[in-house]
């Protein structure tokens, strides 16, 4: 039988941008928490990262007014 070596795998992940009320970033923190404990990982922090504004072009913003 071969040789056994005990490992820990290291992730680091991030998801894509998302757009979100300020109420509601707490919240996708804690669902993401969930669902990587229900896969029995070990989390050690889920925190938000605020990125740069995206600029919307002219002819979009006169859309949503």
């Keep these: 039988m071969g040789e056994f ?3 820990k795998i290291r992730v680091s992940a991030e998801s894509a941008g ?3 009320p300020e109420d509601q970033i707490a ?3 804690s669902a993401l928490h969930e669902k990587l404990t229900a ?3 070990a989390v ?10 995206v600029e919307f072009p002219e002819s ?5 007014d």
């Design 18 to 20: 998302m757009l979100l």
């Design 39 to 41: 896969l029995d990982l």
């Design 5 to 7: 070596k005990r490992i």
């Design 27 to 29: 919240r996708a923190c």
């Design 44 to 53: 050690v922090t889920v925190e938000p990262e605020e990125e740069a504004p």
């Design 60 to 64: 979009l913003e006169k859309e949503l």
